[in-house]
């Protein structure tokens, strides 16, 4: 639709100019973060980087990157069945009744809640209760990966619920005048439909899982670590935490590693934001 | 495929009790929370007067564990202020960038640069929070150093205009989705009275929007006030012994989530998990208020449409 002609008065001008700004602003911010961070790290970027330990010279980030590795698929197995079964309860199988009304309103509610808490959290449960910590330091990577599902599990609801929504009403309907179950219904004729939009949501979840710091500190997640995690119980280290620790030592060198590091983290970031895009892609076209 | 009646059943009945059980788990996260951070609550007020915690103007709650040391003082207040402030920083930052950028997209911009820009924009919520702390500390800070030489290398300010940065994409991908849902009809009575288009937006579109614009600014102090590591990297890196209340944003200054997580990450007796879980519980309870203020504000907005 083709509005008709306003008066335009230098203030409308000066008005549309500043709210220009108003979005080319934080994307400047965004570009020179990672146009400084890649030219503070830049030296660093070879293959020895990601293949040495931290305490080698040159430092490298092997132990942090297998750690994050580690983590995050521990986590997407235990977070996204979870997600998407309370996903699948809510949107399908809840009435209106108090009890369906609650459970929705607490993972609004638990979507908001900082991270630091999720990692107390983890802490009082995964640790001292259930013992799930490492004999001498503090963190394993199943307490880790323990809170992190916990943390991520709202996002997962709530982005999964969105898709499932998007499937028409008059589908199942059909579904069910043909005589199927609830769950038949559910398994051939909304999932496929709503598996892209549910697993491309997991997949921002679990990057979102891969960048966090603070729940694993909280844990008490070592940070100086010279050896791969090689079982469960294990002690590791993770991206976000390697970095942290650079960050930590006044001096130069270590400054140059931590922007290194974080050139890696966000290219690992920008990857797995790319394959979510493509599945979802692919996964259309199929349905189609 | 055959399925008789009876197996089918029990199968369903199955499935579906699987599934109220995922739902059911939110519920034990809740109270898995609550029963953590109340017990040691209660715990914690058996040693310290509640009036010492909220009306003492200072926070030393390990120096205790020194000789010769003085009382520990466990006045919640400076720690309390110091989060504010910095998240205030931050709001001062990303409301009036926020706002202006929903305006350009949802009154301005043409529908193709909009499908550009605002996922471009969401690019900036995805960032680790520990990337800004980096950004803050190595970047930001010395930069505004050379226009203020008394900016001490640790401080608020920093923090918190990064932070101010980082919850951009909320104010504004709510504040547009507000502001896109005024009703046309509105905009072109205003310019049929003869209102220039900045005139409409200021006195009709905006303030028929101010419900879905107070919930985008509210979610995003929740989030502001949850943050961690930019605080604790650009902020607050080193454990203060004792915390005053502070209104200098020049300074370092502790905030809620750093003390919790630093502390937690060093070696914790039982005093000290107590007294973390004590300041846990404070920020649970104010993000919890705040999350169940914009909840209202949504049921509100949802009965007038």
Redesign the interface.
Known sequence: MKSVSLRKTWVDTAFRNLCLCAVLLPLFVLCSLVVLTGLEGRSLLQLDFVMNYPHEIPAGILPAMVGSLWLVILTAILSVPLGFGAAIYLEEYADNSWRSRLIAANIANLAAVPSVIYGLLGLSIFIRILGLGHTHQGASLIAGACTLSLLIMPIIVVSSREALRTVPIELREAGSGLGATQWQIIQQVVLPLALPGMLTGSILALSRAIGEAAPLLVLGAVTFINFLPDGLDAPYSALPIQIFDWLRRPNDAFIEQAAAAIIVLLGTMLTINGVAVWIRYRLRSNVR | MQITGKA??A??TF??G??????????F??L??LW??GSETISFFETVSPTAFFFDATWSPFVGEFLNAPDPQYGIRPLILGTFLISGIALLVAV??????A???S??AQPKTRHV?KP??E??A??????????A???LTPLIQTILPNLANYNALSAGIVMG?MI??MVCSLSEDALFSVPQTLREAG?GL?A???ST?CRVVIPTASSGIAVSIL?AF??A?????IV??AAA?FAPERVTVSWNPLDSMESM?AF??RT??GDISPERYTT??VV?AT??FL??M???LS?RLIVRIGRTR
């Not at chain 2, 009036?96 to 950028?101: F, R, T, Y």
């Open positions: 089918r059943s199968s369903e499935i579906e699987f599934l109220t059980c995922c739902g059911a788990l939110s519920i996260v809740t898995g929370i953590t951070l009036p960038i926020g706002l202006g950028a305006i350009y997209l009154e301005y820009l471009a924009l690019i900036l995805g960032i680790p929070t520990i990337v800004f702390g980096f950004f500390l190595i970047i940065f951009v994409p310019y003869g220039s288009k900045v937006i979610l929740g989030r006030i949850g943050e961690t590591m604790w990297i890196p989530t919790i997580a937690s990450s973390l879980c846990a920020l649970f993000t919890f705040i999350n169940w909840q």
